[in-house]
């Protein structure tokens, strides 16, 4: 039988990863270096809506800035180049730009109460707070959702996982570069670090319904 599953939402938050003007603007970063920002930058309006319903059941809602330094000695002792340092438009995300804003769209809702992660790798728990402040708010599960699904959304999600969070990942309000890599990426984490789940049924479960998960129990045959 398929498990049932319903959420705790004083024991739940959304994070928000990296909805900033460098990776979902057309003229940011991602655009100006020839990649197609349309993808990610098409999931906005699930986005809100998911911030939306989380607010409205009580649920926290986190967000995660990511910023770069165009000093930062750490990616200039490299012998092989970091992708921060391969494209022609620079690294994306500079410290106080426009770059690093979250996209119009939604800086409104990225303010109080929103709680606000600044971090500097892909994943939202290194060397940040994070953790520290979902134990300090009794928080065991964690939707997700934002870009790039292949590269800080996997990565704080294997990271998730790692500290024994249960995650959810809303299937259509993450993005990558390409649908191809967003879909190896979605398997993956459903197969191993979490559950990927149709925003549709996130919502339901937001507003208290108990739903199947996308999986069935593997039994062993003795």
Known sequence: MKEKYDLIPNETAL???DMQNSWCHPQGSIGRN????????GIIPEVKELVN???ETGILDIWTIQNHYPDDITR??????PHTHR???GPPGLKDTWEAEVVDELKELAQKP?????????SAFFDTRLDTLLRMKGIN?????GVATTHCVETSVRDAYQRDYDVLIAEEAVAALTK?????SLRLMNKVFGVVMKNEQLLSLIQGESIPLGFETEKINN
């Open 34 to 41: 020839g990649y197609d920002a349309s993808m990610m930058r």
């Open 53 to 55: 319903a989380c607010r």
């Open 87 to 89: 494209w022609k438009a």
């Open 76 to 81: 200039q002792i490299h012998r092989i180049r």
């Open 15 to 17: 994070l928000v990863i």
């Open 114 to 122: 929103a709680e606000i992660i600044v971090k500097h790798r892909f």
């Open 141 to 145: 599960t964690l939707l997700i959702c």
């Open 180 to 184: 191809e890599d967003h879909d190896a």
